[in-house]
Structures are given as C-alpha cells and as structure tokens.
Nanobody, 114 residues
Framework: QVQPVESGGGWVQAGGSLTLSCATS????????MAWYRQTPGNERAWVST???????FYADSVKGRFTASRETAKNTVSLRMDNLKPEDTAVYYC????????WGQGTQVTVSL
C-alpha cells in the first residue's frame, strides 16, 4: 500500500490559518472515507476529521467550526483548511483512510504559538 504524502504544515500564530494537503494513490484511497489525524509527543494519534466519498464531513468537537475538510477524488487528494488555530492544535498531522490503514505517511508538523 502506497503511503500518503502530507504537506502544508508550518508555524503560525494563534488565530492564524493553514491548509494541509494530502496526496494519495491506490484504489483504497479513491473510494474509502479519508480522515485527518494528529499526534503530539507521548500521545496516540487522535482523529480530527473524516470526509466520505460523497462529501459528508465529520469533525472532532475540538476542531468543529474551525477546520474544513475537502477532497478531490479524481486527483486522489484531500485537504484540511484550519482557521482560528490554537496552541492546542500543535501536532503532527497525518491523513489516512477511515478506519486507518496500516500505512502512514511522514505527517506534517503544525506549530501554533501564542
């Protein structure tokens, strides 16, 4: 299974915005729900959001109203627009299917400072 490739992370001040992108390949990523997860040091990966093949979106309570998921199925890409970022959003962000396959990318670091 080809690993996803995440990009778009960086450093931003609280209240700022970032858009993450994820490039995928392979049949699984084409039709399965796609999700974003995040992980901080010493903790397990936590689910952030899911977008289904037909565009239904689901979000963790902690990001609801601030994050927006999207996908371009024809291009096998998914994105996560993150607005009004908070220091507690600091983490490495990963994309994967939902439920997750055992093939993780390197992730992309998001750092939010006060």
């Amino acid at each position: 299974q080809v690993q996803p490739v995440e990009s778009g992370g960086g450093w931003v001040q609280a209240g700022g915005s970032l858009t993450l992108s994820c490039a995928t390949s392979g049949p699984l990523f084409s039709y399965m729900p796609m999700a974003w997860y995040r992980q901080t040091p010493g903790n397990e990966r936590a689910w952030v959001s899911t977008i289904t093949y037909n565009g239904e979106k689901f979000y963790a309570d902690s990001v609801k109203g601030r994050f927006t998921a999207s996908r371009e199925t024809a291009k096998n890409t998914v994105s996560l627009r993150m607005d009004n970022l908070k220091p507690e959003d600091t983490a490495v962000y990963y994309c994967n299917t939902f439920p997750a396959q055992n093939s993780w990318g390197q992730g992309t670091q998001v750092t939010v400072s006060l």
